[in-house]
């Protein structure tokens, strides 16, 4: 079986509005990407109401499906415009140490969280453990493809193409992405988010598909749920 390239960044046609430059349609799929979920669960918060997986599940590809559809047929981008491109073999090594690397960011991390007496959650990573482990490995999977739309390929490449630079663009999905999780998680939990979505933010740079980045997030969601439903 021959080997499938990555494809490269599709030129641009000028005479396709939204391609080359910002406007209000991009705002607004960029400012539902970034904060619409966080915004979801900091209304649940507030108002001290949960919610069964299968409505985080319904949420998230909710809010997906419209920041898509928006870049689609709202700013007519094309799939690898938002990061939908074709493998190569080598981005299943990069899901292998994507996966370890972020293993090893919560393993290595934990003392120091523990000796900088930083809050943690002991319920971060829950993905409701009442739910039995197939709609458990569901939210799971859904969680890792939905946020690296949102926090990855679609932003990371509309920043890219808006001011050509990685650092700019890596630097503000980042710390969004960060943020994020803050209306939720406590600053030592925070604190290795960060550096797992600096491990992400760098793959997807070097690799410019989500393949790398969504198989790694998947799969350590789905370790979480396996190590939750039988831990």
Do not use: C, K
């Not at 900091?42 to 997906?64: C, E, H, K, M, Q």
């Not at 292998?96 to 969280?113: E, K, M, Y």
């Not at 523990?114 to 490995?137: H, K, T, W």
């Amino acid at each position: 079986m021959s080997v499938v390239r990555v494809v490269p960044m599709m030129s641009r046609n000028p005479a396709r509005r939204g391609s080359d430059g910002f406007d209000g349609r991009t705002l607004a799929a960029l400012t539902i990407a970034f904060f619409a979920l966080p915004a979801w669960v900091f209304a649940l918060n507030v108002a001290d109401v949960s919610v069964t997986p299968i409505v985080r599940i319904g949420a998230y590809w909710a809010v997906a499906t419209i920041v898509v559809g928006i870049a689609l047929f709202g700013e007519g981008l094309s799939p690898p415009e938002i990061g939908v491109r074709r493998p190569a073999w080598i981005d299943l090594g990069y899901i292998v140490v994507t996966s370890v690397g972020i293993l090893a960011v919560f393993r290595l991390t934990d003392p120091v969280v523990e000796a900088l007496g930083l809050p943690v959650a002991s319920d971060a990573a829950s993905l409701g453990g009442d739910a039995g482990l197939g709609m458990m490995v569901a939210l799971a999977v859904t969680i890792g493809i939905v946020e690296e739309i949102l926090y990855r390929g679609y932003p990371l490449e509309r920043l890219l193409s808006l001011t050509d630079s990685s650092l700019v663009a890596g630097g503000l999905t980042w710390g969004l992405f960060t943020i994020a999780h803050a209306v939720s998680w406590p600053l030592g939990n925070l604190l290795q988010v960060g550096l797992v979505a600096a491990v992400l933010t760098v793959v997807y740079l070097r690799r410019r598909t989500l393949v790398p980045v969504v198989g790694a997030h998947v799969l350590v969601w789905v370790l979480a749920a396996i190590g939750q439903a039988y831990g």
